[in-house]
């Protein structure tokens, strides 16, 4: 089992919708959790961090986290096109010394 | 500009060149990670620093690949006998010690090895 799992997409949705990313990670222990923004060619631009059970809230974005469900996500509200990009899960597993295990990515386009 | 920077930020060499490259860290972080990424994968840990202190190397980090963080600051990862495999975006990360150790990303390398 991977450690840290995405849909790959491509994720479509129209300008103005609710884009919904999905992440599952296998680390029960694991203690903190990232989503980063990469568009193409660039490097990874962190979002969101959370660490605690629930929803955490940054303006058009929440990302929510189900540490019983090994399961963390990311809303995107009002989508606009600038939001297309590739957004990776990073978790940070029990004992790992701080580094990050990244997904793969989700590739989201914004239609106008 | 106080963000995490990388030099070069594209480097392109013969297979069984040796290369290197430098990453400064965002000033007040204490630790610095460099990660390796293909095309369609997320980055893959390759080694982390806390200060001047190398304190975890991933198997993916063969006996060609060497870093160092001298006195702390800025970083160098060399990689020596360089091989077609080796083609990637390197980057480097740094973060705070603290709660949250959220690691913020360099520009990133990007190496292309003929």
């Known amino acids: 089992q991977k450690e840290v799992e995405q849909n790959s997409g491509p994720l479509s949705v129209p300008e103005g919708a609710i884009a919904s990313l999905n992440c599952t990670y296998s680390d029960r222990g694991s203690q903190s959790f990232f989503w980063y923004r990469q568009y193409s060619g660039k490097s990874p631009e962190l979002i969101m961090f959370?660490?605690?059970?629930g929803d955490k809230e940054d303006g058009r974005f929440t990302a929510q986290l189900n540490k019983a469900s090994q399961y963390v996500s990311l809303l995107i509200r009002d989508s606009q096109p600038s939001d297309s990009a590739t957004y990776l899960c990073?978790?940070?597993?029990?004992?790992?010394?701080?580094?990050?295990?990244f997904g793969k990515g989700t590739l989201l386009t914004v239609n106008p | 500009d106080t963000g995490v920077s990388q030099d070069p930020r594209h480097k392109i060499t013969k297979r069984g060149q040796n290369v290197t490259f430098r990453c400064d860290p965002i000033s007040e972080h204490n630790r610095l990670y460099w990660y390796r990424q293909t095309l369609g994968q997320g980055p893959e840990f390759l080694t982390y620093f806390q200060n001047e202190a190398q304190l975890e190397k991933s198997r993916l980090l063969s006996d060609r690949f060497s870093a160092e963080r001298p006195k702390g600051s800025f970083s160098t990862l060399e990689i020596q006998r360089t091989e077609q495999g080796d083609s990637a975006m390197y980057l480097c990360?740094?973060?705070?010690?603290?709660?949250?150790?959220?690691?913020?990303f360099g520009p990133g390398t990007r190496l292309t090895v003929l």
């Open positions: 990073a978790v940070n597993p029990r004992g790992s010394n701080y580094k990050l295990t």
């Open positions: 990360a740094s973060s705070e010690q603290g709660s949250t150790d959220t690691q913020y």
């Open positions: 959370i660490y605690s059970n």
